[in-house]
């Protein structure tokens, strides 16, 4: 096992809580190495250079950051059949964690590393876009993708003091919701409606032009430190749960503080699809975000890699 550990995230919640976890690996005599990210980008770097040294199971002890630090690295090696994702979510938000239901305690969560249980496969996005230079480049994505409003907020919340903790998103939310402006966009797909169809109904080509607020492209269900933006959404169908948010700000507000719950759809201001592929574009550049982390602007395309790796639960 490699364990990829981020000391930073969770305002340090990760360096307090590493030792209950290693605490945890050494009872069961689990053989494991550790990495100690020390800059942006080392999470990425350890984990391809695990995946292509023969390790089979690599860990990301942190945060969201941490976890999408980690698929990147995966992903580019890239995996094997037999590379399987492990998660102790400590950080700040550890939205990624919550569809699968694993503990936000640290130690709890290390003994889900233990034996061979496995949720398992579950896919991942594959995002073409342009980077804040503006050339083109490509990341992949293991939760949600967002472009509009969301990004908005996470760039905000970037900003914000780390003491706030998971509330830094809610009060981010506010500050998005007053200077955002809405734009014009047109998302082609090859999907279908994710509501009045049926759940047998072949996937087409479909096109949707709309002033939209934000644009979500889910794999997992939360993000925004619980939010469950995405109620439906199944990590491992092979299909991304695609939102349209259009309507007025008034509305996105009431929509929003819905969120936790999961009951702001059906809505009739949120468009529901079901895709394999989305390509998202603008009449000027939109900010857009992977993971809670701001990596650039559309025009994006957004490609699911089905059963990409395995989880551990």
Known sequence: MRVIVNPRAGRGAVERGWPAVRAVLDEAGVAYEVTVTERPGHGTEAAREAVRAGTRFVVAVGGDGTVHEVVNGLMS???TPE???????????????KTFGLPADPAEAARHLLGDSLWGRIDVLRLSYLDPAGAPAVRW????????????????AARM?????????R????RGMIRHRSKRMRIAMHGRKARGARTDAPLGDLVVEATASMIVVAGGQFFGGGMRV?????????????????????RAARTMSKMFKGE???????????????????????L?????EVIGTTPVTLEVVPGALAMKV
Do not use: M, Q
């Open 171 to 174: 009060i981010a939310a506010v």
């Open 83 to 97: 590379t399987i994702l492990g998660v102790v979510g400590a950080g700040s938000g550890s939205d990624f964690v």
């Open 288 to 292: 857009l975000e992977a993971d809670g």
């Open 141 to 156: 994505c293991a939760n949600i993708s967002e472009a509009g409003l969301g990004a908005e907020v996470v760039a905000i």
């Open 230 to 250: 995405a109620p439906r959404a199944n990590p491992g169908d092979g299909l991304a749960d695609v939102l349209v948010f259009t309507g007025p700000k008034g």
């Open 77 to 79: 090696a890239p995996p």
């Open 161 to 169: 003091p780390k003491w706030l903790g998971a509330s830094v998103y």
């Open 264 to 286: 702001h759809v059906p809505h009739p201001a949120i468009g529901e699809y079901l895709a394999t592929r989305v390509e998202l574009d603008a009449d000027s550049p939109v």
